[in-house]
Structure formats: C-alpha cells, structure tokens
Nanobody
Framework: QVQLVESGGGLVQPGGSLRLSCAAS????????MGWYRQAPGNQRELVAR???????TYADLVKGRFTISRDSGSKMVYLQMNSLKPEDTAVYYC?????????WGKGTQVTVSS
C-alpha cells in the first residue's frame, strides 16, 4: 500500500511561482516512477511531469521550461516547482506513483492562478 499526500497548492497571481510537495509512504519509493498530473474542471486528467527511478524527467509541452520535477529518495518526497504560472495552469494537481505494476494517487491539491 502506498499513500501519497500533496501540499503546497494555493492562489497565486499570473507570473508567480508555487512549489508542490508530495510525501510518499512506501518502502518501494526508490523503485517508483513518480509523476504529477492535473485536472481542470470539465477536462480529463493530464500528465504534467514524470520522473523515473534514475531521475530522468518528462514534461508536458505546455509546461516545459516553466515547471521542474524533482525527487528526494532520502525523505521520500517529490516536488514540482512551478514558475511563470498562467491562468490556464489552474487545476487540481495530483501526485502519482507507479511501482511493481500498480498505480497510486494522492487526493490532490488545488492550484488557482488568478489576479
């Protein structure tokens, strides 16, 4: 069983920054591919960024150059640094873990970009 708890969401003005954190409770963290997804009202959940066990990263085209995903195996944390935020980045952001053939989700954290 893997539990994922997100934090760091909130209201920010366009052009601002936020850092999301995901705390993972699993002994298999080092073997987990971790990701951040988001879902805006009326839209499907979409991949934002993914980081593999060897810290290779993948980003959605819409966030490349603005968002950075990172992981800390010692503390079992995954981060998403979001810069130059736009109103269209408004969504619930979910932490995701894929390990040993299973997929786990956190409950999400709301990010609202608005003036």
């Amino acid at each position: 069983q893997v539990q994922l708890v997100e934090s760091g969401g909130g209201l920010v003005q366009p052009g601002g920054s936020l850092r999301l954190s995901c705390a993972a409770s699993t002994s298999s963290f080092s073997r987990s591919v971790m990701g951040w997804y988001r879902q805006a009202p009326g839209n499907q959940r979409e991949l934002v960024a993914r980081i593999t066990t060897d810290s290779s990263t993948t980003y959605a085209d819409l966030v490349k150059g603005r968002f950075t995903i990172s992981r800390d195996s010692g503390s079992k944390m995954v981060y998403l640094q979001m810069n130059s935020l736009k109103p269209e980045d408004t969504a619930v952001y979910y932490c995701n873990a894929a390990v040993l053939g299973l997929v786990y989700w956190g409950k999400g954290t709301q990010v609202t970009v608005s003036s």
